[in-house]
């Protein structure tokens, strides 16, 4: 994949380390990433480690976005329980200077190729997206998602309620 020119690059997913906290903090700290997300942009490297370790590690299914090995940002799939355990929650984030290049699309898709086979009962990927947040939509469209529609007034972040919009990628669903 071309990132940006000439360079070559290539786009990885692998657990996130507490050794990983310095390029954590490249993006995690940035208020251009976490206006799209449901948390605020970390302002303490203890609170960040204490995430990593206490949150992050013990996830069955959290990852770096790695461009040459180094973490850019973070994608996860949560897994629901009891009669939801068909479905599960995909996020990700990445750092704001690898916007709009492509990665967020092939983290996307190596989660779509993979995630199904691993969890052999998930039958369903979805996302929620901002209604405001036009480019992570494309994102998804891009990784093969159909878009369902938008949930008004769904969920409340940062103290206002939003809309979403909702996208499903099946088990069934041809993989790009």
């Known amino acids: 994949m071309e990132v940006g020119g000439n360079e070559f690059t290539e786009i990885t997913l692998r657990p996130l380390d507490l050794s990983d906290i310095?390029?954590?903090?490249?993006?995690?700290?940035?208020?251009?990433?976490?206006?799209?997300?449901?948390?605020?942009?970390?302002?303490?490297?203890?609170?960040?480690?204490?995430?990593?370790?206490?949150?992050?590690?013990p996830h069955p299914w959290f990852r770096a976005i790695c461009l040459n090995g180094q973490p850019i940002?973070?994608?996860?799939?949560?897994?629901?329980?009891?009669?939801?355990?068909?479905?599960?929650?995909?996020?990700?984030?990445?750092?704001?200077?690898?916007?709009?290049?492509?990665?967020?699309?092939?983290?996307?898709?190596?989660?779509?190729?993979?995630?199904?086979?691993?969890?052999?009962?998930?039958?369903?990927?979805?996302?929620?997206?901002?209604?405001?947040?036009?480019s992570s939509q494309r994102v998804l469209e891009k990784a093969g998602f159909q878009r369902e529609g938008v949930l008004r007034k769904y969920m409340t972040v940062k103290g206002k309620t939003i809309d979403l919009v909702m996208f499903s990628l099946l088990s069934t669903d041809p993989q790009s």
């Open 22 to 57: 310095d390029a954590f903090m490249v993006w995690a700290t940035d208020d251009k990433v976490a206006r799209f997300c449901t948390w605020d942009a970390y302002t303490s490297k203890a609170d960040a480690l204490d995430f990593i370790k206490n949150k992050v590690i």
């Open 73 to 134: 940002g973070a994608i996860s799939v949560t897994r629901n329980i009891g009669n939801d355990e068909c479905r599960g929650e995909l996020g990700y984030a990445l750092g704001y200077k690898y916007w709009g290049k492509g990665i967020a699309t092939k983290a996307v898709k190596l989660v779509a190729n993979t995630i199904f086979s691993e969890w052999p009962n998930l039958e369903r990927l979805q996302a929620l997206v901002l209604v405001e947040n036009v």
